[in-house]
């Protein structure tokens, strides 16, 4: 009778067994981490690391240039010399105007000496009134002459200065227009010259994006080699005239801060972009369209259990989706297979998807 029992009892036992639900195994999602942006990037220009003060040198008289004295990209101080004329003709008018000041250094010797003799002459009643009056004539003339000698001499030293061209300031210089053996003219372009002290960026802007810049817009210069050095900038002159061929507006930035690695013609990326409200951009695939409401898939942080949450769609693209409300800064969202989620169902965070 005890095994009529048992039998019964045991197969019980096994249909209780098999009856029991096996837990589910958590499914691996994808996900992204929810980065507020605060910011509209209106786009990324090249540019270049200029001197925001630039001088272009030039001779002050005419003739041959016999030496440059450096290369491009010398730094020179304050009055060094830069380049050199040949000075001969300078050299011959100095001789001239020399010889002509000795020559009328003896004249007016010979006028005081006649003036001082007539007035004798006239003081002890010898002497006419007219030859007195001749005598200094002459020597006020020659004494005027003498004034223009001196000038001419002076005015040939500084025409013999001016064949050699010196620095005006402390910098660098970063281009040459004129080469040796080269004759140039008065005021002809012949050395650029810039301070390196006050840098600036220079980008060229698209004609729409310069006539309206929105307001608050930041931009920030980084270097091509380095992104890693960067500095914040503001707008300093935007040129009024678009150029010819490209359309576009030579834009010159003021530099918060001059990092070491700027120098200049150094390359740099400068991004433009204009503060806007807090929204979110996530991978469209994250995104679940349903009776006419958007939703995304939370994941939550403590239980990996999922569930869907409202969302207010900005705008897309092709890829992504900007959500100005929904979610919050650190959410992790499901970015695949959310069409298989139920709520509350368990995940395994897989990794997180690059958006």
């Not at 009856?19 to 992204?32: D, H, M, N, S």
């Not at 004295?69 to 830069?82: H, P």
């Not at 200094?136 to 013999?160: C, F, G, H, P, R």
């Amino acid at each position: 009778m005890s095994r009529i029992w048992i039998m019964p009892l045991a197969a019980a036992l096994l249909i209780g067994c098999s009856e029991e639900k096996i837990p589910e195994p958590a499914r691996p999602a994808l996900y992204v981490v929810a980065q507020p942006e605060l910011a509209q990037n209106l786009g990324r220009f090249a540019g270049t690391i200029e001197a925001r003060y630039e001088s272009t040198l030039g001779f002050r008289v005419p003739g041959r240039i016999v030496r440059r004295y450096y290369d491009v990209g010398a730094v020179v101080k304050q009055g060094d010399i830069l380049a050199s004329l040949d000075p001969t003709d300078q050299q011959n008018n100095l001789r001239a105007a020399r010889g002509d000041l000795a020559k009328v250094q003896a004249q007016l010797i010979n006028a005081k000496a006649n003036a001082r003799r007539q007035q004798e002459l006239f003081d002890r009643g010898v002497g006419a009134q007219a030859q007195l009056d001749i005598a200094q004539t002459d020597l006020k003339t020659t004494q005027a002459s003498m004034q223009q000698a001196v000038a001419a001499v002076n005015q040939a030293q500084d025409q013999l200065s001016y064949c050699t061209l010196r620095a005006d300031h402390d910098a660098v210089i970063t281009d040459w227009q004129a080469e040796a053996g080269q004759v140039v003219s008065v005021g002809e372009e012949v050395v650029t010259l810039a301070r390196p002290d006050i840098k600036e960026a220079v980008i060229d802007l698209p004609g729409p994006l310069a006539d309206a810049l929105p307001t608050g817009i930041e931009f920030r210069v980084a270097g091509q080699l380095d992104p890693n050095v960067n500095t914040a900038a503001h707008v300093r002159e935007i040129a009024p005239q678009a150029d010819s061929a490209t359309r576009t507006h030579r834009t010159r930035l003021t530099l918060s801060q001059t990092p070491a690695a700027f120098r200049l013609g150094s390359s740099v990326s400068v991004t433009v972009s204009s503060p806007i409200a807090e929204h979110f951009k996530i991978p469209l695939s994250a995104l679940q369209e349903t009776d006419n409401h958007s939703q995304v898939w939370v994941i939550d942080p403590t239980t990996h259990a999922v569930n869907p949450r409202d969302v207010t769609v900005l705008r897309r693209d092709a890829h992504n989706v900007l959500l100005s409300g929904g979610v919050k800064s650190g959410d992790k969202i499901v970015s695949a297979g959310v069409h298989s989620l139920n709520p509350g169902q368990t995940v395994r965070l897989d990794k997180e998807s690059s958006q």
